[in-house]
């Protein structure tokens, strides 16, 4: 029997990734739902994939977007508006598809007592599936290791990887595996569902040592130099960054330095029966010439 799964976030590096994953797939039927700006772009138009109207902002297009779905891939940019407008697609999965399972991706340091914002955003999304009684998995990495695309090219230059989380030690992820990942809980049962659970590759490393994983795929000398918050500061608000984007990147980067990104997990390997892909595999790529879609060293 062929299964509808919307995709929610589709035309970003996650979603689009779990579109292609989905689309291998036999009996399986693709939905993105696009705001109607992408609509008329004729996003996804040549694909085989369902394109429907739907807008987080907006609930009363997402009942339409939902009917008779069998799995939900819920992600969304973080924004102040992200707790309401995932609380609007909660709500109407309640109405319409209850018995749909869900993933939903959330984050670093997502609790209830967080000083990061985005992750007390992500804690209350996530305690509102639970109070719709829905069947919702949330996947929460830490750190997507294609972030550190953006390193490649100082590497190259002037052999530096800067970042201001001192000599923290975080456990990073690719976000090929957050798509498999995500695919395999929807598509079948895993020992993760109904959890919220951290992604992680193998094991954690600070910059020092991931200044000798660029040593080596590079070829070259390379060090870490390590920032100041108001030096990192400073090239957001350069960057033209929202003030509220520039508090959450700081918090992230003091969560890091409390130690909250370092725990290794094996959630990977639990529900793909095969390692996670290693940051050595994934800085060889980018040597190799690689540019991962969606690099932002800034992610929201």
Known sequence: MTRTILVTGATGRLGSLVVDRLLTMEDVRVRVMLRQAR????????????????????????????????????????HPDMVQRETNLIAAAAETVPDAKIVKI???????????????????????????????????????????????GAVRESGEIRSAVADARIAMVDTRDIAD??????????????QSVGLTTGRSCDYDELATVFAAAFERSVSYRRQSDDDLRVVLEKGGQPDWHIRIILAFNEAFRRGWGAEVTDHVEAVLGRPARSLESFVAELAAGAKPGGADPFPS
């Open 181 to 194: 990942v995500a695919v395999s809980v929807l598509m079948h049962e895993t020992p993760i569902d109904g």
């Open 39 to 78: 609509m008329d772009e004729g996003a996804f138009a040549a694909s085989d994939v369902e394109a429907v109207h739907g807008d987080l902002d907006q609930p009363e297009t997402l009942n339409s977007a939902l009917e008779g779905v069998a799995g939900i891939f819920q992600v969304s940019p973080v």
């Open 106 to 152: 959330s984050g670093l340091a997502t609790r209830e007592d967080s000083f990061v914002d985005s992750g007390r955003w992500h804690a209350e999304i996530e305690a509102g599936f639970r109070a719709h009684g829905l069947n919702a998995t949330c996947l929460r990495p830490n750190f997507f290791m294609q972030n550190l695309a953006f390193q490649a």
